[in-house]
DNA sequence: CTTACCATGTAAGGCGTTACATGATTCA
DNA sequence: TGAATCATGTAACGCCTTACATGGTAAG
């Protein structure tokens, strides 16, 4: 049972879709997936390497005009090998947020600075949760012409309905820490 | 600005509640704190010594009967230095879900597959959910006696609010894998 | 012309887990 | 007497981020 590496996984995964640069890979990363995975750049390439030596994937020369462009597909091997690591079981979900730190150790800080903190929270998932709901309206409505946007959908809505409970959160926590006060 | 380590954040942040071993410390890890981060032995004890290198913690000896026992304490240097870390903006909350990764790339794997992954986690949830629900239930009662209970008690609220919408998600992304089913 | 974006990659270093190593005590 | 829990720590290794290094193109 060889435990796949994750970063090679989400590469294939991308990959599996539509040949990609390595820099279109961190766009994606950076855009779809940022609510739920992230990799650098020096992450990316040498794990595309990798997966070349392995005959995981392969690369091709793209480039166009005079710029410098290397596009990689799966290959077969590759694609059996995402099958193989999609049908086990998941190993780990993990959050790590540091607000929540904060707030735990809010004895510390006091009322007031732990007030900042949620409001500094509510304030970024606010501005996140329109571009969120936006994406699920798109991939909505070209579900039927594209069988990967359901899977899409099922993520954005991950996203949705969790940032609609973080908001809800936000308006009890701030409750809860003005009790006392007035 | 110097950039504070995370887990010497933590463990002064639980020391400052109370003077606590190693041991002590991993385990409010793996209780009060599993659900937004999370640390092993070999960062802990690692940390724990450098933190009394740099005065920010002391140890005595807790020896009881024959077992080998160190007990920390915070300094008041620590006890700066942990203000100073809650008094500056959060970084980075971050979420890493193997099971939306997974989701992502469910075209790959095919409708059964990812109908388990989405399944597997409603009963992951599910089962910790009423240990949420107890744990605020219990917080809530005695947030007048202890000023700390409070600011756990925000914690283990963001935990029930989010696990709820978890499981509602889940119900929903069973419904849009199963539409064009049959 | 200059800013933003496209594009690839390396090196150093940090951080943290896993596995190992050891040993006492408590409870059934 | 055996399992679970208490208790401390190290070493190897893996993985990833940050910062650096470089250069072309497109748009305003």
Not at 6 to 24: A, F, R
Not at 91 to 102: A, F, M, P, V
Not at 112 to 129: G, V
Request: with cysteine; aromatic share 10%; glycine share 8%.
């Amino acid at each position: 049972m060889a435990i796949e590496k994750k970063s090679d996984c989400v590469i294939l995964g991308l990959l599996s879709h539509e040949d990609l640069t390595g820099y279109e890979i961190k766009k994606r990363m950076d855009t779809a997936l940022k609510y739920f995975w992230g990799a650098s750049y020096g992450s990316i390439y040498p794990a595309l390497g990798d997966l070349v030596k392995r005959g995981l994937a392969s690369k091709r020369d793209g480039a166009e005009n005079n710029r410098n462009k290397i596009i990689y597909s799966i290959t077969e091997d590759g694609r059996n090998y995402l099958k193989g690591w999609l049908a086990n079981p998941v190993e780990k979900d993990e959050l790590r947020y540091e607000t929540l730190l904060k707030l735990f150790f809010g004895h510390e800080a006091g009322v007031e600075q732990t007030l900042a903190h949620i409001e500094a929270f509510e304030e970024k998932i606010s501005k996140e949760l329109p571009f969120l709901i936006g994406a699920t309206e798109v991939l909505k409505k070209g579900i039927s012409e594209d069988d990967t946007h359901k899977y899409y959908l099922l993520t954005a809505e991950f996203g949705v309905k969790t940032y609609q409970a973080y908001l809800e959160w936000c308006r009890e926590a701030k409750a809860i820490l003005k009790e006392e006060r007035g």
